[in-house]
């Protein structure tokens, strides 16, 4: 199974800032995924990240809200723009799993945003 | 529209008391059902991925299985570390997107 860090683990920002995220997997990867979990609720897809191409991003996400990185592939950024509580959750980033089509998950990055 | 529903949202069992949780699941063409755990502000772990109907895995006191309709998963003697939240995925033939539910709640009481 892939092994997946995710930086920063926990931040507190204030609002109308912006925070990056990253995650760094250990093995070459094709597809990477990005998730956003709110207090007390499931997984929420936000992009699907391929190397050497734009981010498919899910319906109630866009582009200049949750720009994504992915320039290689071990690795890919995601940035929280203009920041609002709103915005306060636990963010994910996986891969896929080579065969079976699920998914290995980080650590997750809980964000807080006063 | 693939959907994933489970049940109950929480569970409390002594220690030692044996129960299952459910998903049930509506997905043209199953490619896999997985199910994983997630302890407060962690990620999800892998538990398990199952592919047909009639399949059954195992790990320690937690055994998955499916049918055409939906997944169990039993958990037989549970011990207090057990407590995590479970989440039931499912991703169809054609689709790279995994499906999840809300998940169950599970808390043991020693």
């Known amino acids: 199974s892939a092994v997946i860090s995710q930086k920063p683990s926990r931040d507190i920002c204030q609002r109308g800032t912006s925070l990056t995220i990253q995650c760094q997997v250990d093995?070459?990867?094709?597809?990477m995924f990005w998730y956003r979990q709110q207090p007390g609720q499931s997984l929420t897809l936000i992009a699907t990240?391929?190397?050497?191409?734009?981010?498919?991003?899910e319906s109630g996400f866009v582009i200049d809200k949750f720009p994504i990185s992915r320039p290689n592939l071990t690795f890919s950024t995601l940035t929280v723009s203009n920041m609002s509580p709103e915005d306060s959750s636990i963010y994910l980033c996986?891969?896929?799993?080579?065969?079976?089509?699920?998914?290995?998950f980080g650590p997750g990055t809980r964000l807080t945003v006063t | 529209e693939d959907q994933v529903t489970q049940s109950p949202e929480a569970l409390r069992l002594q220690e030692g008391e044996s129960s299952s949780l459910n998903c049930s699941y509506t997905?043209?063409?199953?490619?896999?059902l997985f199910w994983y755990r997630q302890d407060p502000g962690k990620g999800p772990e892998f538990l398990f991925t199952?592919?047909?109907a009639g399949e059954e895995k195992e790990k320690e006191r937690l055994k998955a299985t499916l049918t055409k309709k939906e997944s169990f998963l039993h958990i037989t003697a549970p011990k207090p570390e057990d407590s995590a939240t479970y989440l039931c995925a499912v991703v169809g033939f054609g689709n790279e997107k995994l499906t999840f539910g809300t998940g169950t709640r599970l808390t043991i009481i020693p």
């Open positions: 997905v043209s063409g199953l490619r896999g």
């Open positions: 996986s891969v896929e799993e080579y065969t079976g089509g699920g998914q290995y």
């Open positions: 093995s070459q990867v094709t597809m």
């Open positions: 199952l592919y047909s």
């Open positions: 990240a391929n190397q050497g191409s734009e981010a498919t991003y």
